[in-house]
């Protein structure tokens, strides 16, 4: 594979957004990363960063018809230092060649991704916001490009990276909030692509979504897709109880995301000697332990949010309050340590960030 990075400059750069008012991924940076696959050219080849612009794709491409498709979410942040962290980036890279092979994908060296990304993001120093809460998302995706229509794996790819400043998830803090108990629509199966960070998972869960909205709640919980009765995510994020003084989330089992964030808080609550368990868990046990004064608190995490706390579970006709529909004591120290150590203003016992500097790999062509 080559792994010389050539960059190519944008002649004319954008107006920067105001860091104070950013939403989430609708403005995008000056530069993108793109390295193409071709079986008969021996695989990945040319990698390149050059200016953010659209592409051009034949309309017989099989990733339109066939949903052949990863991608992975991750964020820079800027330190009041004016340093740029990256939060476990290796993690993400490693699940994009999981989803890879379920995905019928050729892998990437984890390496060398993660070298490209670090020399994007470089290249767009000055675009990583540093207003309170902001940060610079990050989209690494792989595309099939072989024009064939025929249900087989492609033999060509796009590998791309772009990058998005992004505000505050949460504009007025972490509230708790509403969710809806899906029982009709599920998210996967095992044996399904669940455990892959896919877009066929996020484009099945639109209509759940759009029922749970018109009910008043913000998220969807996802139910196994056999029983309709074990506990699977939360919206697009992993779930996580806290039921009689233990910390329960659903184990993987196939048709669960692995999810960066989760992985963080399991290793933090041991750390903390807070006990954590994953296993099944039943929305039986879950009224239940509601029932018996024992749900104390219940939240999501992801990328994105970090942790989003649960205030109210819509089951069926009944709702579940969950801590006074307030936030709990552990969601919000996991919140605060989390959002710390990514933006270096909290000790990292973990040694989970990374920081970007000049990639020196690469070959630059200013044009």
Not at 26 to 46: A, K, N, Q, S
Not at 157 to 164: D, G, K, P, Q
Not at 255 to 276: A, Y
Not at 281 to 298: C, F, R, T
């Amino acid at each position: 594979m080559d792994t010389q990075i050539t960059i190519i400059h944008t002649r004319t750069k954008k107006q920067k957004p105001d860091p104070d008012s950013l939403g989430f991924g609708r403005i995008f940076t000056d530069h993108m990363f793109i390295m193409d696959y071709d079986e008969e050219l021996g695989g990945w080849h040319d990698p390149r960063i050059i200016p953010y612009q659209p592409i051009t794709l034949d309309p017989s491409c099989m990733t339109f018809h066939y949903g052949q498709t990863v991608f992975e979410g991750l964020k820079a942040y800027r330190t009041k230092e004016g340093r740029i962290l990256l939060f476990r980036p290796e993690k993400n890279f490693e699940r994009m060649n999981k989803s890879n092979d379920r995905l019928c994908i050729p892998s990437i060296d984890e390496s060398f991704m993660l070298e490209a990304l670090k020399t994007l993001v470089e290249v767009d120093r000055d675009w990583v916001p540093d207003a309170e809460g902001t940060s610079l998302y990050i989209r690494p995706f792989i595309i099939s490009t072989e024009t064939y229509l025929g249900v087989s794996p492609s033999k060509h790819y796009r590998f791309m990276i772009i990058l998005s400043p992004v505000g505050a998830y949460y504009k007025d803090g972490i509230n708790p909030v509403r969710i809806g108990v899906e029982k009709e629509f599920v998210r996967s199966v095992k044996g399904g692509t669940g455990m892959a960070k896919t877009g066929g998972n996020y484009s099945a869960s639109l209509k759940a979504q759009e029922v749970a909205e018109a009910l008043g709640c913000s998220q969807v919980l996802w139910l196994d897709g056999i029983e309709k009765k074990y506990i699977e995510e939360v919206g697009s994020m992993n779930v996580f109880f806290k039921i009689n003084g233990e910390i329960v989330t659903p184990e993987l089992n196939g048709s669960i995301l692995d999810g960066v964030t989760r992985n963080s808080i399991i290793q933090l609550l041991k750390h903390w000697d807070i006990p954590v368990i994953e296993r099944r868990v039943s929305m039986e046990e879950l009224i239940q332990a509601h029932h018996d004064g024992k749900l104390e608190e219940a939240f999501g995490t992801g990328t994105a949010a970090v942790v989003s706390p649960v205030g109210e579970l819509l089951w069926e006709d009944n709702v579940l309050e969950i801590n006074g529909g307030q936030i709990g004591e552990i969601s919000q120290k996991l919140y605060d340590t989390l959002t710390g150590i990514q933006t270096g203003k909290v000790e990292d016992p973990f040694n989970w960030v990374s920081e970007v500097g000049t990639s020196s790999s690469s070959k630059s062509h200013a044009i």
